[in-house]
């Protein structure tokens, strides 16, 4: 059977980010409309709350392929072959361990609350036996009807199947698995940052 990709982007975070993004841009023309010259001074505080909010609600990103997983986090992407894998947890987050460290998922965060108190055992049918703890035991996280679970159980899935059929054998590349700054969203930020204090406190 021919592998397919997923890619998972969390819709509530892209209408946030969204409705964010409109109401600091109605803020913006607000703000030029009745003052030109005070809006130079104070529109920097606006611009800043709407490139973090596209940079915390709508980036966040994974996406499974063929020779690896992909994470696109706020301010940095990591692409992780399948090799370097070597648990896949979702206590706070879903989080991927590998042979470097632990990678956050950001786009999927443990369900809250009030969801894991709407959970039964049919959520968690088919869960894989990775992800159980000591006793058997599974998180809320990890049932298949949160994003966070659904989403490991998919990548669990396939490591496993290729650890199984022996992919593995070979070892790691360890030039393969990547880590991507995102340095034009760290600077804007930083940028927009100082401007805000200039605008405000001088």
């Not at 964010?20 to 030109?36: K, R, S």
């Not at 392929?65 to 990591?78: A, P």
């Not at 703890?133 to 899935?157: M, V, W």
């Amino acid at each position: 059977m021919a592998f397919q990709e997923v890619s998972y982007r969390p819709a509530f975070g892209r209408t946030l980010a969204v409705s964010t993004v409109v109401v600091c841009a109605f803020g913006v023309i607000a703000l030029f409309w009745g003052d030109a010259a005070s809006a130079i001074r104070y529109v920097w505080p606006i611009i800043l709350v709407a490139v973090v909010a596209w940079a915390l609600f709508w980036r966040p990103s994974l996406r499974m392929q063929e020779h690896g997983v992909t994470v696109v986090n706020v301010f940095r992407t990591f692409f992780i072959p399948w090799p370097a894998i070597r648990a896949i947890d979702t206590r706070y987050s879903l989080t991927i361990h590998t042979s470097r460290g632990k990678v956050p998922v950001w786009a999927t965060p443990a369900p809250g609350r009030h969801r894991a108190f709407g959970l039964s055992a049919k959520d968690f049918e088919g869960v894989g036996t990775s992800a159980r703890g000591e006793h058997e035991s599974l998180r809320p996280s990890d049932a298949l009807s949160t994003p966070s679970g659904n989403l490991a159980q998919a990548i669990r899935g396939h490591w496993e199947s290729l650890s199984a059929a022996g992919a593995f054998a070979r070892g790691e590349d360890p030039e393969a698995q990547t880590v991507t700054w995102h340095y034009g969203t760290i600077t804007a930020i930083a940028v927009l940052a100082a401007a805000t204090a200039i605008g405000l406190l001088v």
